[in-house]
């Protein structure tokens, strides 16, 4: 008999990954707040429920992607959430990135309930989830991580289990202030090669082969040259992001210097009017800074 997957928050990221446990055999039940994306769950194999209710009710694994912790907290705490209607034992696998402490609070909460919990947020981005390539950081029991492997396997390629529950949102936390971190560096170094009127195509491929060299340059230098900032990983979300790296450093007293100003830079992009972007363009708000936007105007 095959696994009934439920999967909640059909968005950027949570459509592609329904769409490759459909691929890797499973049966996929998927509930989307906006119903047209759980149609196009259906038109890839799938079944699209009504209700968060509907999609769990025999589910054997419950999967939710949904932006932040009190959305996470609505989907399974909720009066018509996961907790009140999935079968007792159902292994439920939050991929969201939410703070840490929220992630304990709920796995204890559904322990509670009879559920076995994992707080599984993944790295990889939109290419990723659709490539089945995510990275994912597991935090929870770790007979519970390897119920959930053939799950994984679906969609992610390096798949580790970091800890007790909580400790993947940990994880995730650092990941984000690096990402954060490396953009910045990269939109300076792009406006600065362009303003030393360098080939910037050929000066990011020389540096992605040196000690530089990243993902992040990779998957983000080539949107940036471009210009094309269509999300892929939404400025918002990333601010949410420095939000909980921040107070959850602050929580253990450590320092995160540079961690605060990539903070900052990502809430003036939000702040602008940009949230909606992709993360790249932090590109756009570094042109700001040093007056580039308004000097390729003013030739023009
Ligand atoms: P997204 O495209 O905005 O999708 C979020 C989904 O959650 C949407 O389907 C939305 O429904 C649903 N949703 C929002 N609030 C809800 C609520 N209160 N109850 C039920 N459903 C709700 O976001 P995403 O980019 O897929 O990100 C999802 C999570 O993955 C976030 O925690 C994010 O930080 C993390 N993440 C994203 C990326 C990336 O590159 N995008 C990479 C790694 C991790 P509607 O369609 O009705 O709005």
């Not at 007792?88 to 992630?103: C, E, N, Y």
């Not at 204890?108 to 981005?125: I, N, T």
Request: aromatic share 4%; hydrophobic share 50%; no cysteine.
């Amino acid at each position: 008999m095959s696994t009934k997957i439920a999967f909640i928050g059909l968005g950027i990221m949570g459509g592609p990954m329904a769409a490759n446990l459909v691929k890797a055999g499973f049966e996929v039940t998927g509930y989307n707040r906006t119903p047209a994306k759980a149609e196009q769950l259906a038109d890839a194999g799938g079944r699209a429920a009504k209700s968060i209710a509907d999609a769990v009710r025999d589910a054997d694994v419950v999967a939710t992607m949904v932006p932040d912790s009190p959305d996470v907290r609505a989907v399974l705490t909720g009066e018509d959430g996961v907790f009140a209607h999935a079968p007792q034992g159902a292994l439920i696998i939050d991929f969201s990135t939410i703070r840490p402490d929220v992630a304990a609070d709920l796995a204890a909460a559904g322990h509670e309930k009879g559920f076995r919990v994992l707080d599984a947020p993944v790295s990889g981005g939109e290419a990723g989830a659709i490539e089945g390539a995510l990275s994912i950081m597991v935090g929870g029991a770790a007979d519970d991580f390897a119920a959930a492997q053939p799950v994984f396997d679906a969609v992610g390629k390096t798949i580790v289990h970091v800890g007790p529950a909580g400790s993947g949102q940990t994880v995730k936390a650092a990941n984000q202030l690096m990402v954060a971190g490396h953009l910045a560096l990269l939109a300076e170094a792009v406006t600065f090669l362009e303003a030393y009127g360098v080939d910037t195509e050929a000066a990011l491929r020389v540096l992605g082969g040196g000690l530089a060299g990243s993902t992040v340059l990779q998957r983000k230098g080539p949107a940036m040259l471009a210009r094309d900032f269509t999300p892929g990983f939404r400025i918002a979300l990333h601010d949410k992001d420095m939000g909980i790296v921040t107070a959850a450093a602050r929580e253990a007293g450590v320092v995160i210097p540079l961690g605060a100003v990539a903070a900052q830079l990502v809430a003036s992009l939000k702040a602008q009017g940009d949230g909606g972007l992709d993360h790249s363009a932090l590109l756009k708000l570094i042109q700001q800074l040093s007056g580039r936007d308004q000097e390729q105007e003013n030739q023009k």
